[in-house]
C-alpha cells in the first residue's frame, strides 16, 4: 500500500468549498456595506468609505483565502469607483487625487489580505502541531503496555476516522476502532516495516505530514513495548534461575542430610553379623523417624510454597479461637528446650482465620523464634484485641534483624531468619503468605529489650457492637 498521494480529490475540493465560501462572504459583505454607506454618502468622507470596504475584504480573507480577496479588493474598488466618487454611477474619474485613493486602496487591500490569509494558514498550523503535540503527549503519559493503544485511538478520535491500525508486514499488531473494509484511506510509512493505516476521510497534505510524525511516534510505542516485554521475561527467567539455584542448593543439603541418616540407620539395622542392644536399636530406629519427619517438613514446605506461588491455596475462613490453636501449635513445634511462654486469654474474641493456616502459621514463627533465642531466655506468644482486630505477637530476645534484611527474610530460601545453616529459609516466606492469604498482615518490629517481635493481625470474626 502506498502512501495517499498529496493534495488528492478531496484536498481539492475542500479548497474549492473554502473559496466558494470566500465568495459568498465578499458578495455579502459587499452588499451590505454598499447599501449601509450609499444613503450616508453626503455625509461621509471618501477615506472613510474606502476604510470600512476593507470591512469585507479582510471577512472574505480570513474565510475564503487570498484569492476570493484580492477579487473582493477588486469589487470594492469598482463599488467605490461607481457610486462614492463623482461623477456618480459611472467608472469615469475627475479627480486626480480620487485615483491615488482608489490605487493605494486596491494595494492596502491586496496586502492585508494576504497578511490575514498567511495568519491564518499560520494558525492552522499551529493548532495541528498543537494537536500533534497533544497525541504525544497523551501517549507518553501512560503505561508502556497501553501508551501504543492510546495513541492510536487518539489520532482515530482526533482526525475523524472510523478505524485506525499499525501493521507490520501486511500484518495488523494494534488496531482501535471496528474491523476496517476495503482499502484504507491513508497508509503512512513508520518505518522498520511498520506502516499507520487508517480508514476514513481524507486528509490535507498538512495533516498527512503530522501523522508521518505520529506514525514515527507508534512504531516507537510499539519497539518499548516490545523491550519492556523482553526486559519483563528476562527478569522472570532470571527470577527462575535465582529460585531454582537456591532450592537445588537448599533442597540438596536438607534432604540428603535425612537420607544419609535414614541409610546410614536401616544398613546398621540390616547388618546380619551385628547383635544391636534394645537400646542401640531404639536410637538407630529413632534416627530414622526423627529423619523421616524432617523430610515431611521440607516436602510440606515445598508443597505449600507452590500452592502459594500458583495461588491455589485452599483457604477455609471461620469463627478461631486463637488461644486454642496457640496451644496447638506449641504443642506440635519443636522448641529445642526453649521456654515459651503463652499470654493469650481465653475469652479474647474469635478471629476470622483458617485454623490450620493460622496454626502453621503460628509454629512456623515459634520455630524461628526458638531458634534464635539464646541459651538461658524465653520466647513469648502474647494475644490481644484492638479495635476490631485480633493481634498475636511472637517474641524473642535473640540478635533481631536489621531493618533493610526485614522485607528479604520474607523471601523464599532466604536462611537470615533461620539464623543457623539448617532449613530451606521458607519459613517467613510460608507464614506472611499464609497470613496475607487469610485477610492478615505478618509484620516484623524490635523487641523492646532486644530481639525480634512477629505480629500477626487478624479481623475479628464479630465486629464488637
Known sequence: MGTVAQGGPDSVRRSWRRAG????????????TTAALVPLRSQVSLPSVVLLYLI??????????????VA???????LVNYFFIPPFRTFAVEAGDSIVVLAVYVGVAVAVSLAVDLAARHRATAARRDTEAALLAVASSQPIEQSLARLLEEVRTTY????????????????VGPSPHGQPALSVAAGGGLRLLGWGPQLFAEDRRALARLAAAAARALHTQRLAGQAAHAEELAHIDRVRAALLGAVGHDLRTPLAGIKAAVSSLRQPDVDFTAHDRAELLA??????DRLTAVVDNLLALSRLQAGVLSVDNQPT????VVARAVLATDTGGVEVHVDVPDDLPLALADPGLLERVVANLLANACAATPPGRSVQIRGRADDHQLQLQVIDHGPGIAVEDRD??????QRLDDHSSTG????LAIARGFTEAQGGTLTPSDTPIGGLTMTIVLPAAVADR
Open 408 to 413: 528479604r527474610v520474607f523471601a523464599p530460601f
Open 160 to 175: 475523524r476516522m472510523t478505524t485506525v491500525a499499525l501493521a507490520e508486514q501486511g500484518r495488523t499488531v494494534e488496531r
Open 56 to 69: 469585507p475584504v479582510l471577512l472574505t480573507a480570513a474565510l475564503g483565502g487570498w484569492v476570493p480577496a
Open 287 to 292: 534416627t530414622v523417624e526423627e529423619s523421616t
Open 21 to 32: 465560501v470566500g465568495v459568498i462572504a465578499a458578495g455579502a459583505g459587499l452588499a451590505a
Open 72 to 78: 473582493a479588493a477588486a469589487g470594492a474598488d469598482l
Open 424 to 427: 530451606l529459609g521458607l519459613g
Open 321 to 324: 479461637a486463637l488461644d486454642a
